[in-house]
C-alpha cells in the first residue's frame, strides 16, 4: 500500500510542478509583464534620439584609428558612465589605418565632363599626376571573368568601370549582390593588366553622391587604385560608352597609414542573480569618414544604449547581465567583432544571447534569431508583445551582424535587428549620413524592442545555446 502511494506521488508531484510553467506559457509571469512594460514604452519618446545626436554632434566622423574614433571612445566611455553603468571600459582592438586625400576624375575624351567619385577605403592612391586611360566597361565580377577567359588583354592598361546598378529590396541585384565588385573588383582586374578601376556606387541613392565602402587587395597580388563613382556619373559613363571610347583621367591622394589601435567600448548592467552571464548589446562605434555616421551606425549604438537604460530603469533586473558591446572597425575589416569573441572565448558559454543593430533608422521589423530551437516558443511570446510595435515578424537563421557573428561557432544565441531599410541604402556610405535622416519614432519603437526581448533572453530560465560548431575561418 504504502509503495503503492508512493509510486503514484511521483506523478503527482511532477505533475504539480508541471502546473505553474502551463499556467505561465513558454514565459515566466514575471518575465512577461517586465517585457511588455519595456514594449511599450516604444510608444512614447525615449533619448535614443539623443544619444545619436551626441555622437554626431560631439565626434562625427570616426573611420578606424583616426583621431575621431579615438574621440568616440572616450565619448562612449563618458556616456555609458554618465548613465550609471558599470564595469565601463574600453578593450584595446588592432586595426588597419588609412586616410583619404584628394579624389577627382573627368572624362577627359569624347567630351571634357567632372564626375564625383571617392575613393574605396584600403584603397592605394594614384600618381600625383593621376592615371589616365581608356575604360572598359564590365557588368560585374562574372562579366570580369568571362571577357578575360575571351580575350586575355581586355582590361590591360585601362580603366575597369564596374556598371551593375544596386536596387532597392526586391527590385534587382541588391547592396548584397553587389557588394562584391567593390571589395575585389580591384583585386580581381588588377591581375590582367587593369591600371584602376572605377566601381558604380554599391547604393541606391539618385543624388550625386558617391557611396565608399572598404575594398581588398590580395596578399601579394597587384594594388591598383580604386573608386566608387556616383550613380549619376555612372549613367553619364554609360551613355558616353553606348557611343563609343572613353578616356578618363583619375587622381586620388589616398594611402594607407601603419596599423593603429581602437576600441571595443563595454558597459553593464548587472544582473540581479547570475551576473555572470551575459546578454550583449552590439552595435558598431567606427564609421566611414564622409558623412557623421548617423545611421551607419550612430543609430544602432543609440538603440543599443537606450535599450540597456530602459533595463536599468525597469522595476527588476533581468537575471543576467546586459552588457553593452560598441564595437570597432566594423567597416573596414571587422577587427572589433573578432577581438571581443577571442578576448572573451571562456565567458562564451555563459553568452545567453548577442544582438546586433546595423541597419539604420528604419522601424523595427522584428528580429532574425539563430538559436537553438528549443527557444522558439518564448521568442514567440515575446513577439506577441512587440506586436504594437510592428516588431513582431521572426526570422529564424542568419548571424546577428558582421560583429556578434564570431560567437557563432562557440554556438551564442544570435539576434539581428530587422529594420526597414528601404531607404538605408539612399545615403549608406556617403557623405549624405548625417543627423537629419534619424527618424526618432522609429528609434524609440526599436530601443524598446530590443529591451523587451534582451529583457526575456536575460531572464529565461536557461541558455538555449546552439551545439557548438567547430570553429571555421571568417564566418
Ligand atoms: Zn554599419
Known amino acids: 500500500m504504502t509503495k503503492h502511494v508512493r509510486r503514484l506521488a511521483l506523478p503527482l508531484s511532477a505533475l504539480l510542478l508541471s502546473i505553474p510553467i502551463r499556467a505561465d506559457g513558454p514565459l515566466p509571469v514575471d518575465t512577461r509583464a517586465?517585457?511588455?512594460?519595456?514594449?511599450?514604452?516604444?510608444?512614447?519618446?525615449?533619448?535614443?534620439?539623443?544619444?545619436?545626436?551626441?555622437l554626431t554632434d560631439e565626434v562625427g566622423a570616426r573611420p578606424s584609428g583616426s583621431p575621431g574614433d579615438r574621440a568616440a571612445i572616450a565619448w562612449g566611455q563618458a556616456l555609458l558612465r554618465e548613465l550609471g553603468f558599470v564595469r565601463v571600459r574600453a578593450e584595446e582592438v588592432p586595426v588597419s589605418v588609412w586616410e583619404r586625400g584628394v579624389e577627382t576624375a573627368e572624362v577627359v575624351a569624347p567630351f571634357r565632363q567632372p564626375l564625383v567619385v571617392t575613393a574605396l577605403g584600403g584603397s592605394v592612391g594614384t600618381p600625383a599626376e593621376g592615371i589616365a586611360a581608356s575604360v572598359v566597361r564590365m557588368e560585374s565580377l562574372e562579366a570580369l571573368e568571362e571577357a578575360v577567359k575571351a580575350d586575355p588583354d581586355v582590361v590591360r592598361g585601362r580603366i575597369v568601370f564596374f556598371a551593375r546598378r544596386t536596387m532597392k529590396a526586391g527590385q534587382g541585384p541588391g547592396y548584397g549582390a553587389n557588394v562584391p565588385m567593390r571589395t575585389t573588383g580591384a583585386a580581381k582586374a588588377g591581375p590582367h593588366g587593369a591600371v584602376a578601376v572605377l566601381v558604380r556606387?554599391?547604393?541606391?541613392?539618385?543624388?550625386?553622391?558617391?557611396?565608399?565602402?572598404?575594398?581588398?587587395?590580395?596578399?601579394?597580388?597587384?594594388?591598383?587604385?580604386?573608386?566608387?563613382?556616383?550613380?549619376?556619373?555612372?549613367?553619364?559613363?554609360?551613355?558616353?560608352?553606348?557611343?563609343?571610347?572613353?578616356?578618363?583621367?583619375?587622381?586620388?591622394?589616398?594611402?594607407?597609414?601603419?596599423?593603429?589601435?581602437?576600441?571595443?567600448?563595454?558597459?553593464?548592467?548587472?544582473?540581479?542573480?547570475?551576473?555572470?552571464?551575459?546578454?550583449?548589446?552590439?552595435?558598431?562605434?567606427?564609421?566611414?569618414?564622409?558623412?557623421?555616421?548617423a545611421v551607419d551606425d550612430g543609430a544602432g549604438c543609440a538603440i543599443a544604449i537606450e535599450a540597456a537604460r530602459l533595463i536599468a530603469?525597469?522595476?527588476?533586473?533581468?537575471?543576467?547581465?546586459?552588457?553593452?558591446?560598441?564595437?570597432?572597425?566594423?567597416e573596414?575589416?571587422?577587427?572589433?567583432g573578432r577581438a571581443y569573441a577571442e578576448r572573451h572565448a571562456a565567458e562564451l558559454p555563459k553568452h545567453a544571447a548577442a544582438f546586433e543593430a546595423d541597419s539604420g533608422t528604419g522601424t523595427p521589423l522584428g528580429f532574425s534569431w539563430n538559436a537553438a530551437g528549443t527557444l522558439e516558443p518564448a521568442l514567440a511570446a515575446v513577439a506577441e508583445l512587440l506586436r504594437p510595435l510592428g516588431a513582431e515578424g521572426l526570422r529564424k537563421g542568419g548571424y546577428g551582424g558582421v560583429d556578434v557573428a564570431p560567437m557563432a561557432p562557440a554556438g551564442v544565441p544570435l539576434?539581428?535587428?530587422?529594420?526597414?531599410?528601404?531607404?538605408?541604402?539612399?545615403?549608406?556610405?556617403?557623405?549624405?549620413?548625417?543627423?537629419?535622416?534619424i527618424e526618432p519614432a522609429s528609434?524609440?519603437?526599436?530601443?524598446?524592442?530590443?529591451?523587451a526581448m534582451a529583457y526575456a533572453l536575460a531572464d529565461l530560465p536557461r541558455i538555449h545555446a546552439r551545439p557548438a560548431e567547430p570553429a571555421t575561418e571568417g564566418r
Open 34 to 54: 517586465a517585457v511588455g512594460a519595456l514594449a511599450a514604452r516604444g510608444a512614447s519618446p525615449t533619448r535614443a534620439v539623443e544619444w545619436v545626436r551626441r
Open 201 to 293: 556606387s554599391v547604393g541606391t541613392s539618385r543624388s550625386r553622391f558617391a557611396h565608399t565602402g572598404s575594398t581588398r587587395y590580395e596578399a601579394g597580388g597587384p594594388r591598383i587604385p580604386a573608386a566608387a563613382v556616383s550613380n549619376a556619373d555612372a549613367d553619364l559613363l554609360e551613355r558616353l560608352l553606348a557611343r563609343g571610347p572613353v578616356t578618363v583621367r583619375l587622381v586620388l591622394g589616398c594611402r594607407p597609414l601603419p596599423d593603429g589601435t581602437s576600441a571595443n567600448v563595454l558597459g553593464e548592467v548587472r544582473g540581479r542573480e547570475r551576473p555572470d552571464e551575459v546578454v550583449v548589446l552590439g552595435a558598431h562605434l567606427d564609421s566611414w569618414d564622409l558623412g557623421t555616421g
Open 313 to 330: 530603469e525597469a522595476p527588476r533586473r533581468p537575471r543576467r547581465t546586459i552588457r553593452v558591446v560598441l564595437f570597432a572597425n566594423e
Open 332 to 336: 573596414s575589416g571587422g577587427a572589433g
Open 415 to 437: 539576434f539581428g535587428l530587422r529594420q526597414d531599410s528601404s531607404t538605408y541604402f539612399d545615403v549608406h556610405h556617403t557623405a549624405d549620413d548625417t543627423f537629419d535622416k
Open 443 to 451: 528609434l524609440d519603437r526599436s530601443a524598446a524592442a530590443m529591451a
